[in-house]
C-alpha cells in the first residue's frame, strides 16, 4: 500500500539542448521591431505583431516574456536582459539599451538587425573556408595511419626476409 504524503507540482522543463536562436533569425525579429517602432506603433503592439509572424516557438515564448514584462512596467531593455529564453549576445543587450536610452530604438534595432545579418554572412563564409583544408587534414591523417598500419609493416617483411637491415628512416 502506498501513503501519500505529500503532492509538489511538476515544473516544467524545457527538454531543447540549446536557447540559441540563429543570428539570422534574431535578425529578422529586430528588423521586424524596428519597422514597426519607426512606423510609430507602440512597442506591445509591436511586439503582438512580432509574435504574430514568427513559427519559433522560443521567439514566440520570448516575445510573450518581452510583453508580459513590458506591460508589468519594465523598459524593454530590462525585459530583454532578464529573459532566460534566448541567448542575446552582450554587445546587442548594450545597445538596446543606448538606442532606448536616446530615444532612437528603432533605428538601433534595425542596424543591429543589418550588423547580426552581416555576421551570420561571415560566419557561414568562414565555415565554408575551413571545409576544404579540414578534409584534406583528415585524408591525410587517413593515409599517414594507413602507410604505417599496413604498408611499412609489408616493407620491413621484406627486408627481414632478405636479410636486409632496414634503412634509418625507416626504423624511426
Known sequence: DLIILDIKPVKNFNFSFSSNVSKKELS????VLGLYLKAT???ITAINLT???T?????VKFL???QKEI?????FYLAIESQKFIKIPKYVISSIKVGEESGKLSVVLIEMAK??????????KTTQALVYPLFIVMVSIFLVSFMLT????KIVKVFSNLNQKLPPITEF
Open 55 to 59: 513559427s519559433n516557438i522560443k521567439l
Open 150 to 153: 599496413t604498408v611499412v609493416p
Open 71 to 75: 506591460k508589468e512596467g519594465q523598459t
Open 28 to 31: 529578422k525579429l529586430f528588423n
Open 41 to 43: 506603433i507602440p512597442l
Open 51 to 53: 509574435k504574430n509572424q
Open 115 to 124: 550588423f547580426l545579418k552581416e555576421e551570420e554572412k561571415l560566419l557561414s
Open 64 to 66: 510573450d516574456f518581452l
